[in-house]
C-alpha cells in the first residue's frame, strides 16, 4: 500500500493557475502509475489525468487538455498536476491515485487504482 497526501490547493480567480503536489510513500512508487481525479458537489468522482511511470505517457480529459499538466518526480516520489487557464466548472476536490505495481494502462476508471490521498480543494472564483 502507498499513502498520497495533496497538497497546493486554493482560491483562484478565473484564468489563474495552482500547481497540485501528491507525495507518496509506503512502497515503491515509480512503477505505478498515477492519476488525478476531482469530484465537485453533487456529482460523480472524474477522470482528470494519469501518467505513466516514468512519464513519458500522459493521458487527459477532454475537459482539461492543454490547459492541465502532469508530471512526475520519482526521485521525489511526488507526483504534481500543473492547473493553467482555470474556469469556475474546476471547482472540485482533487484526489491523486496510485495504481498496483506493475500496472501500465493509463486508466480512466476510479476502479483500476488502488490508494487514494485524502484530496485538496480548488475553489476557481467567477
Known amino acids: 500500500q502507498v499513502q498520497l497526501v495533496e497538497s497546493g490547493g486554493g482560491l483562484v480567480q478565473t484564468g489563474g493557475s495552482l500547481r497540485l503536489s501528491c507525495a507518496a510513500s509506503g512502497r515503491t512508487f515509480s512503477m505505478s502509475v498515477m492519476g488525478w481525479f476531482r469530484q465537485a458537489p453533487g456529482k460523480e468522482r472524474e477522470f482528470v489525468a494519469a501518467?505513466?511511470?516514468?512519464?513519458?505517457?500522459?493521458y487527459y480529459a477532454d475537459s482539461v487538455k492543454v490547459r492541465f499538466i502532469i508530471f512526475r518526480d520519482n526521485a521525489k516520489n511526488t507526483v504534481y498536476l500543473q492547473m493553467n487557464s482555470l474556469k469556475p466548472e474546476d471547482t472540485a476536490v482533487y484526489y491523486c491515485?496510485?495504481?498496483?505495481?506493475?500496472?501500465?494502462?493509463?486508466?480512466?476508471?476510479?476502479?483500476?487504482?488502488?490508494?487514494w490521498g485524502q484530496g485538496t480543494q480548488v475553489t476557481v472564483s467567477s
Open positions: 491515485a496510485a495504481s498496483d505495481i506493475g500496472s501500465r494502462r493509463l486508466a480512466t476508471t476510479t476502479t483500476y487504482y488502488n490508494d
Open positions: 501518467i505513466s511511470w516514468r512519464g513519458a505517457s500522459t
